[in-house]
């Protein structure tokens, strides 16, 4: 998955299908509550003259909506942006319909016509977002040029200033625009962030089966040996004691191809191990190395450099081969790969008390505006680097994913570049592309030494 800029195709474009009918219904029905209840308020208690007939029918409007939905779909069942979008407007008309007959921004409840667009920016995509905006906006400005005055039963005339019922209008306005727009990117980074996580999670429990399966075939491999070795010495002897008898000598050369032919799937399939203690840790630059193993051949040069920084010892440390330590730093090789133009540096050095992981290529680097952003999900900004290679196309998760994976190892992560991306070609330096460096505390990835490896544990 890599992507040193960009987050190609998301992996869920659009979130269809996230809100239930119940939750839209349930809104509605304390909606019709608190509108009755208003209704009844002004009229028994402040003795305001309203049309109670057309209020009620109003009210009975979203009152017969809610019953038909009710009646005709399961509660359980969850909506299209289309119907979601269809609902939101109906709730909207009704609302402003209600407030033109209570006495338009006048009213104190006008302020509530900014909840439906408010669900919209947290359920719906940006374009019927959009639509219930300006369908809101347009509501309101006719609600404020065309309503009924509010008065009192003894005919008094209940109306703010012109110029407050202005200022009414103007922060309705702002509020659609603002709280849409707020609601939006808040829930549009939730969705981003929910999908990259379930990427991660995907990815790693890849590799972690990959990782069981690996240690299967090892232990296969090792346990198969030995009946492999009798099948194929008692199988030698027969074909010297059937020399006289060719038809039974050939089966017996056959026992014996096969049994040769087993032990050499079992060797490619499984790794060097007496057991699975050879799985869970390696020296680090074999960690390294197979990170980088599916990149080795595609067209770039790969150097490994490995020692003791200051203080550090000078035998190679063992570490934890966690299925995700390797996932990730697979990720930022074939990164590294993608964008360079004909190099990359895997460095790696240990001290008493941190192991650091350094990934260099000689690529163009990362584009100024987005270092501060890198790791972020769905990062959609890759600078030069499109046009000199406009076959590329990447999930956009790649260094999320592997951020998110070094992470939970311990890992402290930094991104640089090697050159100022605005030097010409000639003054750059040899590393002038992307660096990613990994620091962790050692004892999170040091393991205690093997030593001897003990019986052989049964496969279950």
Same mark, same amino acid.
């Given at each position: 998955m890599p992507d040193r800029f960009e987050a190609g195709p998301r992996l869920a474009e659009a979130h269809h299908d996230w809100v239930r009918l119940r939750t839209l219904i349930f809104l509605r029905w304390t909606a019709i509550i608190g509108q009755l209840a208003a209704i009844f308020v002004a009229w028994c208690c402040y003795e305001i003259a309203l049309d109670l007939a057309l209020c009620l029918a109003t009210v009975g409007a979203s009152v017969a909506a809610n019953i038909v939905a009710i009646f005709l779909f %399961?509660?359980?069942?969850?909506?299209?942006?289309?119907?979601? #979008?269809?609902?939101?407007?109906?709730?909207? !008309?009704?609302? !402003?319909?209600?407030?033109?007959? #209570?006495? &338009? +921004?006048?009213? %104190?409840?006008?302020?509530l016509i900014l909840v439906p667009?408010?669900?919209?920016?947290? $359920?719906?995509?940006?374009?019927?977002?959009?639509?219930? =905006?300006? $369908?809101?906006?347009?509501?309101?400005? +006719?609600?404020?040029?065309?309503?009924?005055?509010?008065?009192?039963?003894?005919?008094?005339?209940? $109306?703010?200033? #012109?110029?407050?019922?202005? &200022?009414?209008?103007?922060?309705?306005?702002i509020g659609v625009a603002f709280l849409g727009a707020y609601a939006y990117r808040i829930s549009s980074e939730i969705h981003s962030m929910g999908d990259a996580l379930l990427a991660t999670q995907l990815a790693l429990a890849r590799e972690q089966k990959l990782t069981d399966l690996g240690g299967v075939v090892a232990a296969a491999a090792h346990e198969l040996g030995t009946p492999l070795a009798t099948i194929k010495l008692v199988s030698s002897e027969l074909a010297d004691e059937l020399g006289?008898?060719?038809?039974?000598?050939?089966?017996?050369?056959?026992?014996?191809?096969? $049994?040769?032919?087993?032990?050499?799937?079992?060797?490619?399939?499984?790794?060097?191990?007496?057991?699975?203690?050879?799985?869970? #840790?390696?020296?680090?630059?074999?960690?390294?190395?197979?990170?980088?193993? %599916?990149?080795?051949?595609?067209?770039?040069?790969?150097?490994?450099?490995?020692?003791? =920084?200051?203080?550090?010892?000078?035998?190679?440390?063992?570490?934890?081969?966690?299925?995700?330590?390797?996932?990730?730093?697979?990720?930022?090789i074939q990164n590294a790969v993608d964008f360079a133009q004909t190099t990359v540096w895997v460095d790696a050095e240990w001290t008493d008390k941190t192991i650091t992981v350094r990934i260099a290529d000689n690529g163009r680097g990362y584009a100024p505006g987005v270092l501060g952003r890198i790791g972020d999900p769905f990062l959609h900004t890759r600078g030069g680097d499109r046009d000199q290679r406009p076959e590329y196309e990447g999930m956009g998760l790649g260094l999320f994913i592997a951020k998110t994976l070094l992470e939970r190892t311990g890992a402290q992560l930094r991104f640089t570049n090697g050159a100022d991306p605005f030097l010409n070609d000639p003054e750059h330096p040899v590393r002038s592309g992307a660096i990613v460096e990994a620091e962790w505390p050692a004892n999170r990835l040091l393991s205690a030494d093997i030593g001897a490896l003990g019986q052989n544990q049964p496969i279950t």
């Open positions: %399961p509660e359980s069942r969850r909506l299209s942006q289309a119907e979601v #979008t269809a609902t939101l407007l109906f709730d909207s !008309a009704q609302l !402003a319909v209600l407030l033109a007959l #209570t006495g &338009g +921004l006048n009213n %104190p409840f006008a302020l667009v408010t669900i919209a920016a947290t $359920a719906l995509e940006r374009r019927p977002t959009i639509l219930l =905006g300006v $369908a809101t906006i347009a509501m309101i400005t +006719l609600v404020g040029l065309v309503h009924l005055p509010l008065v009192t039963q003894s005919g008094e005339v209940i $109306a703010v200033p #012109t110029v407050v019922e202005f &200022g009414f209008w103007l922060a309705i306005v006289d008898r060719p038809e039974l000598h050939d089966d017996a050369m056959l026992i014996r191809e096969q $049994a040769d032919r087993c032990r050499d799937i079992l060797r490619s399939m499984g790794r060097a191990g007496k057991d699975d203690l050879h799985l869970r #840790t390696a020296p680090l630059l074999a960690v390294l190395r197979e990170a980088a193993e %599916p990149h080795m051949d595609r067209g770039k040069d790969i150097y490994f450099d490995v020692g003791p =920084g200051p203080g550090g010892s000078d035998r190679q440390p063992m570490i934890y081969r966690y299925p995700e330590l390797i996932h990730a730093l697979r990720n930022l």
